[in-house]
Structure formats: C-alpha cells, structure tokens
C-alpha cells in the first residue's frame, strides 16, 4: 500500500513563500504523474500542479508563474515552491500519485495566507 506525507504547510503573510513536501512510502515503484491539488472550504478540489514522469509540467492558472513543482530522481517525491501567496491560496494541499495501478492521495496540509 502507497503512502503520501504531506509537509510545510503553516501560516503566512500576504506575498510570502512556503515549500510543500510530499514523500512517497510503501512503494518501489515511480510515479507516472504526481502533483499537488488543494481544496478551499465550499469550493470543489482543484489542480495546482502536477509532473510527468517526462518532466513535464502543469499548472492551474491561478498560480502560473507563482508556484514551480519539482520532484527527486527516484520520482518517489514531489515539492511545490509557493512564492508571492495571496489570501485566496489558502486552502488544503493534497499531493497525489499515479501509478498504473491507480491514484494514491496524502491527508493533506493546511496552508492559510493572511492579508
């Protein structure tokens, strides 16, 4: 059974930065895709980010050319570097997996943006 962690997430002021990290266990084998999606109270989970195995990357709109995703060599591992957050990036952060056996999700991390 695959394992997600989610840290990094806390308080933090308008304009600020955070790293999510997101850290695979149980498995011993790579990720095709993994990404970060978040959900808002009342509002429906959306995607922030994700990467292929290929490297090759995705963003919601709402955070291009704000937040960059990476992950490690082993693709066991995924972070997402949040600068200039806003209010409205305040949500709950969940890292996701996919394998070709299906998708695996972490709890989740809490981020809040003051104004």
């Known amino acids: ?3 997600l962690v989610e840290s990094g997430g806390g308080l933090v002021q308008a304009g600020g930065s955070l790293r999510l990290s997101c850290v695979a266990s ?3 084998y790579a990720f095709k895709v993994m990404g970060w999606y978040r959900q808002a109270p009342g509002k429906q989970r959306e995607l922030v980010a994700q ?11 709402s955070v ?5 995703i ?4 082993a693709q066991t591992a ?8 806003k ?6 952060y969940y890292c996701m997996g996919r394998t070709a ?4 999700w972490g709890q989740g991390t809490q981020v809040t943006v003051s104004s």
């Open 51 to 61: 990467i292929v195995s290929n490297g090759v990357t995705d963003y919601g709109d």
């Open 78 to 85: 995924v972070y997402l570097q949040m600068n200039r957050l």
């Open 64 to 68: 291009k050319d704000r937040f960059i």
């Open 1 to 3: 059974q695959v394992h």
């Open 70 to 73: 990476s992950r490690n060599k």
């Open 87 to 92: 209010p409205e990036d305040t949500a709950v």
């Open 26 to 28: 149980g498995t011993i």
């Open 101 to 104: 056996w299906g998708d695996s």
